[in-house]
Antibody
Framework: EVQLLESGGDLKQPGGSLRLSCAASGFSFGGYAMSWVRQAPGKGLEWVSGISGSGATTYYVDSVRGRFTISRDNSQNTLYLHMHSLGAEDTAVYYC??????????????WGQGTLVSVS | DIQMTQSPSSLSASVGDRVTITCRASQDIRNDLDWYQQKPGKVPKRLIYGTFTLQSGVPSRFSGSRFETEFNLTINSLQSEDFATYYCLQHTTYPYTFGQGTKVDIK
């Protein structure tokens, strides 16, 4: 059974930093791309960042590029999101999601339960 | 970036109604479009992927269709458990983009 468990969400002050983690199990982690998706309170879904299965290629939405860094440790089956220069606009529930393929863009077939980041 | 324009933003319907939600892509996304259902406080649930394919376990009253860059989610005979917010997602290229969401509530 595929499981994704996010952690690391916290209350931070503006300008602060935070690292989110997503522990994966139930599939061959290094064979699949992963993404982070966020949802601000009462708002819609926003795709934030993605990484290929090998970790060699990363992608970002413009609003976080240069402030957030996605990475993965395939030996530990863990996905990360390093967040810097946090602002109120980053307040959201952050979900990690598994892609159907390892490299090329593909559907997100499994999602974690999410972790809350509050910036205030 | 590809823009996904979803409509309507909300709708009121009754149990048994047929409901259609539309997403229009700003450029060709082939069939790389999924539909998600989200209930308050819950994780989004994938209903349809690749424009047409029903996720395992999803009732057959849900269906997806496409005409060029316009994608539709249709719910035939709306049930009480279908009242939720629905989102489309294009994944043909990064950055992925979601539609703005459609809230379906009870008339």
């Amino acid at each position: 059974e595929v499981q994704l468990l996010e952690s690391g969400g916290d209350l931070k002050q503006p300008g602060g930093s935070l690292r989110l983690s997503c522990a994966a199990s139930g599939f061959s982690f290094g064979g699949y791309a992963m993404s982070w998706v966020r949802q601000a309170p009462g708002k819609g879904l926003e795709w934030v960042s993605g990484i290929s299965g090998s970790g060699a290629t990363t992608y970002y939405v413009d609003s976080v590029r240069g402030r957030f860094t996605i990475s993965r440790d395939n030996s530990q089956n863990t996905l990360y999101l390093h967040m810097h220069s946090l602002g109120a606009e980053d307040t959201a529930v952050y979900y990690c999601a598994k892609a159907e393929r390892g490299y090329s863009p593909s559907s997100l077939d499994y999602w974690g339960q999410g972790t809350l980041v509050s910036v205030s | 970036d590809i823009q996904m324009t979803q409509s309507p933003s909300s709708l009121s319907a009754s149990v048994g109604d047929r409901v259609t939600i539309t997403c229009r892509a700003s450029q060709d996304i082939r069939n790389d479009l999924d539909w998600y259902q989200q209930k308050p406080g819950k994780v989004p649930k994938r209903l349809i992927y690749g424009t047409f394919t029903l996720q395992s376990g999803v009732p057959s009253r849900f269906s997806g269709s496409r005409f060029e860059t316009e994608f539709n989610l249709t719910i035939n005979s709306l049930q009480s458990e279908d009242f939720a917010t629905y989102y489309c997602l294009q994944h043909t290229t990064y950055p992925y983009t979601f539609g703005q969401g459609t809230k379906v509530d009870i008339k």
